[in-house]
């Protein structure tokens, strides 16, 4: 069983920073590309960064030039670090893997269990 734990969220004030994290465990072979994703209330899951195994990286144009998606390899760890961060960034933060469990092929999409951001004053 492969699992995702996120942790960082929490409340921070409009043009503030925080830093999520995304840890891996579990038995596999590897980890592919790995994301975050956010949803807002009454909105839909979008992506919004992702970072592939050999670190090509995309962003959503509505976070390019703020966050910075980065991984640990090694650590099978994924982070997002926000900056001048927005009230419109209140979401509920995903973190996604694609998860090689046997080998480098067929990978298991594996979700993390969602971690808050609010950003308010």
């Known amino acids: 069983q492969v699992q995702l734990v996120e942790s960082g969220g929490g409340l921070v004030q409009p043009g503030g920073s925080l830093r999520l994290s995304c840890a891996a465990s579990?038995?596999?072979?590897?980890?592919?590309?790995m994301g975050w994703y956010r949803q807002a209330p009454v909105k839909e899951r979008e992506l919004i960064a992702v970072?592939?195994?050999?670190?090509?990286?995309n962003y959503a144009d509505s976070v390019k030039g703020r966050f910075t998606i980065s991984r640990d390899n090694a650590g099978n760890t994924v982070y997002l670090q926000m900056n001048n961060l927005k009230p419109e960034d209140t979401a509920v933060y995903y973190c996604n893997a694609a998860v090689w469990v046997k080998g480098p092929y067929n990978p298991l999409e594996v979700w993390g269990q969602g971690i808050l951001v609010t950003v308010s004053s």
């Open positions: 579990g038995r596999f072979f590897d980890i592919n590309a």
């Open positions: 970072i592939s195994r050999g670190g090509n990286i």
